[in-house]
Every structure is written in C-alpha cells, then in structure tokens.
C-alpha cells in the first residue's frame, strides 16, 4: 500500500484528537436526542443522522480505516479531516457524490 492510501495509525496524535472530539460530540448527540421534545420532529432526524456518522468515524478509528475513502481507497486527507472528522470520502469523490446527486 503506497503512503498516499494508508489510512491514519490509531496512534497517530490527529486520529487520537479526532477520537477525543468524536467521542465528545456522540455524547453531546446522545444527550440532546434522549432529551429531545419531539422524536419525529426534523431537528431530532438530523442529530440522529449526525450521531450515526460520528459512530461510523469512530467504528473506523476502530478498525484502522481512518482516513480512508470508502469509494476509491484513496486518502481523505489530513486538512479535510480536520474540518470534518467524520468524512468518509477524499474530495474528489465528496464532489462527484454531490454533482451526481444534483442531476435531475
């Protein structure tokens, strides 16, 4: 595997801040849905769906797969993980997936 597309070490000090802030961020989510007003209401779908993409990122810290894109292999990359930690794709398939959600 060249040094382009190995995903981030557990050790890596950026993957332990990702965790440490992922982990922080899946608390906050949980509290605010187990004290949600309405379960059905649009705010609560849109934290439930954050939640699950912050224990997909940590489900990846898990097993070694930070870092990587899920459509290509490629690397996410350090900056965009910075910005969003919890990203599954490198930016160029970020991109498509929008331009190909886009078309009518």
């Known amino acids: ?3 382009f597309r190995s995903p981030l070490r557990a050790h890596d000090p950026m993957t332990s ?3 440490q802030m992922l982990q922080r961020r899946r608390d906050t989510l949980r509290l605010l849905l187990l004290h949600a007003p ?3 209401a649009l705010p609560v779908r849109q934290e439930r769906e954050e939640l699950d993409e912050v224990e ?3 489900a990846r810290i898990e097993a070694g797969r930070f ?4 459509h290509c292999g490629g690397a ?4 965009r993980l910075r910005a969003v930690p919890e990203a599954r794709h490198c930016l160029g398939c ?8 886009s078309v009518p």
Not at 67 to 70: D, K, L, W
Not at 76 to 79: A, K, L, P, S
Request: charged content about 20%; glycine content about 10%; proline content about 7%.
């Open 56 to 58: 997909a990122a940590l």
């Open 17 to 19: 801040q990702a965790r």
């Open 38 to 40: 309405a379960p059905g």
């Open 94 to 101: 970020a991109a498509e997936r929008r331009a190909a959600l």
């Open 67 to 70: 870092g990587t894109c899920e």
């Open 1 to 3: 595997m060249s040094p």
């Open 76 to 79: 996410v990359g350090r900056q």
